[in-house]
């Protein structure tokens, strides 16, 4: 496995794949730690995690940079991305043991309650486009609720794997109850099937969501997926336009597109839609290539050679098939994996980038008469991950909300996680949730006690 440097195309290092044998030992020495780690109690588990907290923020430039090497994102982004990792850290380290208190119920007997247990090792089978933050984001709940932790990587970011897995050694928690596997993916179905592992978590795409489903099904294990996203931004003829814009164009061109809840898909009234388009366009355009590390780079390349083709290609199909470009919509020549920002209208249901997730920097514009057309635009699509809808009506904007289908909706602001809001899909988007109290449930056991 390699980790190449998605600006200058060079090898950071080499990885050697573990053996079916090495895997099976670090399953086995997991959950032999598990069995003695479920015993600790809330305090301890709080001070480690506190403890790791604290090391995110001592290390911060040096993971950021490892995040930037590996995947190609900004070095600023790379940086806030370490912060909220430590965020997510601190909010379990003092939530957990609240949202994992027994719960008192009503019944025939003298006393029934809910009690939560831990369910063991839990496999998590993780993307590079925030290589730390989905990682740790499955961790901290899943460590503070008294889980071990199992953790395949995407290739490209090894590095990125086995310092977390330092950071929870150095933060004092037992060696081996978090670990990296160093595995490709032909091999995940092995770790799944093994009888210690107790559940799967993925955070990827369609495909990658559905093969892992399949095998949690198979061999009937817990599973919670958060798959792709087509995130409809919605804009109301009332809204704030210049707010609007520069937030649309924000969401679109985090990670240079590359994330799963970024803006995707322009809904905005026809009355307003020029003036919409010239302001995107505008800021849009402002974006320049450069070297992610540096702090004057406004556009980063994306993760892989691939990806870009990936990218060319669903844009020139649509433009086959009648899209116009208003801006942007091809690559940028020279060393590097980088694509302009490009903003597509006149697309219609049945092109690639109205129908697909498009995991790159191009917006798609599209014009409605009304808002019962805006709602009926963003729930025509398969999935459901996040959504934004943008109105000065905030009665009229909770109304809305509630006839969107996806897993969340902010109105005026940013579609973001945050580890205080419960995160996940519906739809193609996948299924359970992460962060929150309902986050930290979804991997345990939740018994019914009765006494009498």
């Given at each position: ?40 109690r ?42 909220k ?48 933050w ?71 795409s ?45 969401s ?68 086959e ?61 398969l ?26 909706i902010f ?17 193609n ?24």
């Amino acid at each position: 496995m390699k980790s190449v440097n998605p600006a200058t195309g060079e090898v950071i290092q080499e990885y050697s794949e573990m053996s079916e044998v090495q895997v099976k030992d670090v399953i086995e020495l997991n959950l032999e730690v598990w069995k003695e780690y479920r015993e600790t109690r809330f305090t301890q588990r709080s001070q480690w995690m506190q403890n790791a907290a604290a090391l995110l923020r001592t290390r911060k430039e040096e993971y950021a940079r490892l995040i930037t090497a590996e995947m190609g994102k900004r070095i600023a982004e790379s940086r806030s991305e370490v912060e909220k990792c430590a965020w997510v850290c601190e909010y379990y380290a003092e939530h957990a043991e609240s949202m994992l208190a027994d719960e008192l119920m009503e019944s025939d007997a003298s006393k029934s309650m809910a009690v939560f247990n831990p369910l063991g090792p839990v496999l998590a089978v993780m993307p590079w486009n925030f290589p730390f933050w989905q990682v740790f984001r499955f961790a901290a709940p899943a460590l503070m609720a008294g889980n071990a932790g199992l953790l395949k990587h995407a290739s490209n970011v090894q590095g990125c794997a086995l310092a977390i897995e330092q950071v929870f050694s150095d933060a004092g928690f037992p060696e081996n109850i978090f670990r990296s596997l160093i595995i490709s993916s032909s091999k995940v179905e092995a770790v799944i099937a093994h009888p210690a592992v107790r559940a799967v978590t993925l955070t990827g795409s369609e495909y990658a969501g559905s093969q892992v489903a399949s095998l949690a099904g198979k061999y009937l294990k817990k599973s919670v997926l958060e798959l792709g996203g087509s995130d409809p931004f919605i804009v109301l003829a009332d809204a704030d336009l210049e707010e609007a814009a520069k937030v649309a164009v924000a969401s679109r061109m985090i990670t240079s597109g590359q994330t799963c809840i970024a803006a995707k898909r322009f809904i905005v009234e026809e009355n307003v839609a020029a003036p919409f388009l010239e302001k995107v366009k505008t800021l849009m355009e402002a974006y320049q290539p450069g070297d992610p590390g540096s702090e004057e780079t406004s556009l980063a390349p994306l993760a892989r050679r691939d990806l870009v083709d990936d990218i060319e290609q669903q844009v020139n199909k649509s433009v086959e098939q009648g899209a116009e470009i208003i801006s942007g919509g091809s690559r940028i020549p020279g060393i590097g994996n980088y694509y302009s920002p490009t903003i597509l209208t006149n697309v219609k249901k049945g092109m690639p980038v109205y129908m697909e997730e498009t995991f790159g920097p191009v917006a798609v514009v599209l014009p409605v008469k009304d808002e019962q057309e805006a709602i009926e635009v963003a729930n025509d699509s398969l999935y459901g991950l996040g959504a934004s809808l943008w109105t000065s009506d905030l009665e009229k904007g909770e109304e809305l909300a509630r006839k969107i289908e996806a897993g969340a909706i902010f109105i005026n602001g940013l579609v973001k996680s945050d580890p205080r809001l419960p995160f996940g899909g519906i739809k193609n988007s996948g299924y359970g949730r992460e962060l929150s109290g309902y986050g930290i449930k979804e991997f345990v056991n939740i018994k019914t006690v009765w006494i009498k």
